[in-house]
């Protein structure tokens, strides 16, 4: 019996946030993906709302965003080294305890430039058939999805039985399977 996963997915690097780091940049479209055990999807929901209610109190924002942490930005400007360790331990404990593993995919701008004949075939095989609009984000969403399918049915022997994307390109927070 083939294992089933549920697959999250939130863009990082769209919301023009500056930042130093040379990997997550604004010419880069990175999607970051949380491959989530079917069975373990509930407890993972309500582990995250959990946690990003109480740092949303702590540090006194509406939404707790990563990328606002990681690059100390607004309610995270004074954020000790020490406080970023123990949430990004918090969160990593979780994960590691729970068998949530998280996949990344990044378009940079050169991708293509290199590559025509990989977005030439994510656009006419799946974009266009589903009658999607095409840009850069749609096509490293179509990149995560292809990535993170290849890892359930080819090294864990499994399915993917929903898609969850934040901000997606249907609605928030709707399943795109």
Request: glycine residues 2%.
């Amino acid at each position: 019996m083939k294992r089933k996963y549920i697959l999250v997915m939130d863009d990082t690097g769209f919301n023009h946030n500056e930042t130093q780091d040379e990997f997550v940049r604004q010419e880069k479209n990175t999607f970051c993906t949380l491959l989530i055990p079917e069975n373990k999807f509930q407890l993972a929901s309500d582990f995250m709302n959990t946690m990003c209610t109480y740092l949303n109190a702590r540090f006194k924002t509406k939404e707790f965003h990563f990328c606002e942490m990681y690059n100390k930005k607004g309610s995270f400007e004074n954020l000790s080294d020490e406080e970023f360790i123990e949430i990004i331990e918090t969160f990593i404990g979780f994960m590691v305890s729970q068998k949530i593993e998280i996949i990344t995919q990044t378009l940079a701008d050169f991708t293509f430039k290199e590559n025509p004949e990989i977005e030439n075939a994510i656009v006419n095989q799946i974009l266009k058939p589903a009658q999607v609009k095409v840009n850069d984000k749609t096509i490293s969403l179509a990149l995560a999805i292809i990535k993170n399918k290849k890892r359930v049915e080819k090294e864990l022997n499994g399915e993917i039985k929903a898609i969850y994307c934040d901000e997606g390109i249907r609605k928030p927070n709707s399943s795109l399977t």
